[in-house]
């Protein structure tokens, strides 16, 4: 099928809700993708923080190709020897005890507000309040896109579910006056994705942690975006010197292959019975197969060094180009492999001028340039994006 047939099926029968670029892509080989046309992209997005391994790994195509071949799904009422190993690596490296898995990252998210509403009604009746943050990103169901503080999410699906209520990220004043003996969990990205690379102030989080033991509230960080050593570290929160109570993860665990997690203590876990919570798909042997795929990878292939290094050159390199261009890029910051750039104006342009000469970036808030690549890229790859970078600003100026 030609380019124009599939983008013509697609606005003929899919639900008309995304703006996609047009380009039909076809195949990936390491960080680049082709299109249907031949035409090679360097993908620094890797599907939104997914691809950590790139595209066409070939330790996690295997064990995906294997693990089809003998067993893709069976059901949570049996064990599998893939999902016994996955939860066990999970919670080794995390400091939680237990582990549960879904599919996507707000099934993760949704699962760990259950459980927390559960473990706060045991203390108390009305301990069922969740504290967010303005401009956090937390997923499309009823109550995650509640929790996502972003009215452009939550406006056409009232009523929203009870017991929310946001406050400014990074804004521990203001934390400390919503943070009440009513509030059963305060859920918080370690550092924004969606709502624009937000890195809080140094000490923000250990804050909140000593804020939430002093009230009985568990602290959930979702770390979908930031998880499974995007930061440097495996979790963002090893870099904080503090463990939240419940974790959730999704995008890169399984590198493409659809799945979600949260982790949560032993004494919180507890208070799940048989039947409290469930997934038909969640957790069968092709995607947990497919998650201890990229767990091994990122042993083996050193990747918490890469991202922490290549990161580092990455926000070095667009400081470059932001005192270069003073008037476009007004700030760069992230951890590891999450970087934004602020712009003065606009973003979508420039991605779209990037596209154009093969380099995929997104732009997400807006005016927020966003570089989520594969962890396994090389510092050759930065040049590659840099330089692009560099001729779309060069020729266009802003957008
Ligand atoms: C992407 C994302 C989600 C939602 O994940 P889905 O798999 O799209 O449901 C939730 N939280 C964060 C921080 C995310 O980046």
């Known amino acids: 099928?030609?380019?124009?047939?599939?983008?013509?099926?697609?606005?003929?029968?899919?639900?008309p809700v995304f703006a996609r670029y047009p380009i039909v892509l076809e195949r990936g080989e390491g960080p680049y993708v082709y299109d249907n046309e031949g035409k090679k992209y360097l993908d620094f997005l890797a599907g939104i923080a997914v691809n950590l391994l790139g595209h066409g790994h070939p330790g996690l195509v295997k064990a995906v190709a294997e693990q089809a071949g003998?067993?893709?799904?069976?059901?949570?009422?049996?064990?599998?020897?893939?999902?016994?190993?996955?939860?066990?690596?999970?919670?080794?490296?995390?400091?939680?005890?237990?582990?549960?898995?879904?599919?996507?990252?707000?099934?993760?998210?949704?699962?760990?507000?259950?459980?927390?509403?559960?473990?706060?009604?045991?203390?108390?009746?009305?301990?069922?309040?969740?504290?967010?943050?303005?401009?956090?990103f937390h997923g499309r169901t009823l109550a995650t896109l509640t929790a996502t503080a972003q009215e452009k999410y939550q406006k056409g699906y009232e009523p929203l579910p009870q017991g929310f209520s946001h406050v400014p990220f990074g804004d521990l004043a203001a934390m400390e006056a919503a943070v009440s003996a009513k509030t059963c969990a305060v859920l918080l990205e370690p550092i924004q994705g969606e709502g624009g690379v937000h890195v809080p102030p140094a000490g923000y989080l250990k804050a909140v942690r000593e804020l939430?033991?002093?009230?009985?509230?568990?602290?959930?960080?979702?770390?979908?975006?930031?998880?499974?050593?995007?930061?440097?570290?495996?979790?963002?929160?090893?870099?904080e010197g503090i463990t939240p109570d419940i974790v959730t993860l999704a995008k890169g665990l399984a590198g493409g292959v659809?799945?979600?997690?949260?982790?949560?203590?032993?004494?919180?876990?507890?208070?799940?019975?048989?039947?409290?919570?469930?997934?038909?798909?969640?957790?069968?042997?092709?995607?947990?197969?497919?998650?201890?795929?990229?767990?091994?990878a990122m042993e083996q292939e050193n990747l918490l060094d890469n991202a922490n290094n290549l990161g580092q050159l990455l926000q070095d390199k667009l400081r470059q180009l932001a005192q270069k261009y003073p008037g476009i890029i007004t700030t760069v910051r992230g951890r590891g492999l999450i970087v934004g750039a602020e712009l003065a104006g606009q973003g979508r342009g420039i991605v779209e001028a990037c596209l154009e000469k093969g380099i995929i970036i997104n732009c997400t808030a807006g005016n927020v340039l966003r570089f989520v690549p594969p962890l396994n890229i090389t510092a050759a790859h930065i040049e590659e994006v840099i330089a692009v970078l560099d001729s779309v600003l060069k020729e266009h100026g802003a957008f």
């Open 1 to 15: 099928m030609n380019k124009n047939a599939v983008m013509a099926l697609d606005a003929q029968y899919y639900l």
């Open 70 to 136: 003998k067993l893709i799904h069976c059901s949570n009422l049996y064990y599998t020897e893939v999902q016994a190993t996955l939860v066990q690596k999970l919670a080794q490296r995390s400091g939680l005890e237990r582990v549960f898995i879904a599919n996507s990252g707000a099934e993760a998210n949704e699962g760990a507000m259950k459980l927390a509403r559960k473990y706060g009604k045991l203390q108390s009746e009305s301990k069922v309040e969740i504290i967010t943050a303005q401009h956090s």
């Open 212 to 239: 939430c033991d002093k009230h009985g509230a568990l602290l959930i960080f979702d770390e979908i975006q930031t998880g499974v050593g995007r930061t440097g570290t495996f979790f963002a929160y090893e870099q």
């Open 258 to 296: 659809p799945i979600g997690a949260f982790l949560a203590k032993e004494e919180v876990a507890q208070v799940f019975h048989a039947g409290d919570h469930g997934s038909t798909f969640g957790g069968n042997p092709l995607a947990c197969a497919a998650a201890l795929a990229v767990l091994e």
